[in-house]
């Protein structure tokens, strides 16, 4: 069985090989199958790596996570999950914008604002960037956005919107893991019937995740900022998060 899928995947047309993940077509032009891959980058690919077990622990996180936003009447792209690294996704075209919530300043916003780490917002911050490697997806003003015809504003508005409602189921949902929300990108797209889906992933790889047992600064880290800064045990850190996020909700086994 296992012979017989990896088979109809290596003659299966790859639509886009990004950096941790690839998209195939499907014999339905409806859905898209995504393989989530090992390798992990950082600074635009700048740094470069792998991350064993990756693959299947953001994979099945993702899943678990889209079919619980599914579940408080967020539409996402999630179907199923055919091999653990592996997922059925309706085929969308993705809106070429990261969509940032910040609740707790790291990162690029402390970088560029010189707001002290660890500081938390007084109310979350959403932010829209611009998918485009080549321009090191830069920050994009709400004009700028509209002058680029990335969306319209009614679907900016809704975009912004769902990326709250998000933010505001997942940041209960990781402190009942005892973790907390720091920050986590998200990407949208369109189906064929113009239908606005939650895409991509949303992983260690894709969110600021910080133990809640305890405050300090590095060992508190259970994403991707440990690879990022070249600090130890990145992959225990991934499988502690796929432990609680599991443990808080039981994601049905592989399914066709
Ligand atoms: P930033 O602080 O570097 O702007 O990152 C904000 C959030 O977005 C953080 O949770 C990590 C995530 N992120 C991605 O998923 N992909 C990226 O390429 C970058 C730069 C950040």
Same mark, same amino acid.
């Given at each position: 069985?296992?012979?017989? @899928?990896?088979?109809?995947? =290596?003659?299966?047309?790859? @639509? ?7 998209v195939y077509h499907t014999e339905d ?9 090992? =390798? ?22 993702s899943a678990a996570l889209f079919e619980?936003?599914? =579940? ?13 690294? /592996? ?21 690029? *916003? ?12 007084? =109310? ?15 920050? *994009? ?14 679907? *900016? ?28 990108? @998200? ?8 239908? @606005? ?6 992983? #260690? ?11 300090? #600064? /590095? ?12 600090? #130890? /045990? ?23």
């Open positions: 069985m296992e012979i017989q @899928l990896i088979e109809t995947m =290596s003659a299966a047309e790859k @639509l886009y090989e990004g950096k941790a993940k690839i032009t409806e859905i898209h199958r995504i393989v989530f891959k090992d =390798s992990a980058t950082a600074f635009n690919g700048s740094l470069m790596g792998k991350i064993e077990g990756k693959g299947e622990i953001n994979c099945t996180i619980c936003l599914s =579940s408080i009447g967020i539409p996402t792209h999630y179907i199923s999950r055919p091999q653990k690294n /592996q997922m059925r996704v309706r085929a969308v075209k993705i809106i070429p914008l990261e969509v940032v919530v910040r609740n707790i300043a790291a990162g690029s *916003l402390v970088h560029q604002t010189g707001l002290p780490e660890g500081k938390v917002l007084q =109310s979350p911050l959403v932010e829209f960037y611009l998918k485009n490697d080549s321009l090191s997806d830069p920050l *994009l003003t709400r004009d700028r956005l509209l002058l680029l015809d990335l969306t319209s504003p009614e679907r *900016l508005e809704q975009i912004e919107k769902m990326a709250r409602n998000i933010n505001q189921y997942l940041t209960d949902f990781f402190q009942r893991c005892r973790i907390i929300l720091v920050d986590f990108k @998200l990407e949208f797209g369109l189906d064929s019937q113009a239908r @606005l889906l939650l895409a991509d992933e949303i992983s #260690p790889d894709t969110c600021r995740l910080w133990d809640a047992t305890t405050t300090d #600064p /590095q060992e508190r880290i259970m994403d991707k900022d440990r690879f990022r800064r070249n600090l #130890p /045990q990145v992959e225990s850190a991934y499988q502690e998060v796929f432990e609680r996020v599991l443990a808080q909700n039981k994601i049905g086994d592989i399914s066709p």
